[in-house]
């Protein structure tokens, strides 16, 4: 069974950090691309980052650029997201998202909620 699997967040004040953890297993395990969305309260859920297979090719969002990096552990089958100097508005619920060929993976989400 392919699934990805989000942790990490939870309830900060700004300026502090976090590091989401999300884990591919089954028939996704390494897959290419691997990205990270949000979703804030009465918002459209946004792309974040995203990071190719090697991690030589990575992009991040301008809002969140030099704040956040994403990176990728393959023999962990675990990409990351490292959320520095948090503001409340990067509250929301942070998604995983992966393709493998014709099919799309989410994630269950993990709450990030950032307190001023």
């Known amino acids: 069974q392919a699934q990805l699997a989000e942790f990490g967040g939870g309830l900060v004040q700004a300026g502090e950090s976090l590091r989401l953890s999300c884990v591919a297993s089954g028939r996704i395990v390494n897959p290419d691309w691997m990205h990270w969305y949000r979703q804030a309260p009465g918002k459209q859920r946004e792309w974040v980052a995203g990071i190719n297979r090697d991690g030589s090719d990575a992009n991040i969002f301008d809002n969140v650029r030099g704040r956040f990096t994403i990176s990728r552990d393959n023999a962990k089958n675990t990409v990351y997201l490292q959320m520095n100097s948090l503001q409340p508005e990067d509250t929301g619920v942070y998604y995983c998202?992966?393709?493998?060929?014709?099919?799309?993976?989410w994630g269950q989400g993990t709450q990030v909620t950032v307190s001023s």
């Open positions: 998202f992966t393709t493998r060929g014709v099919f799309a993976y």
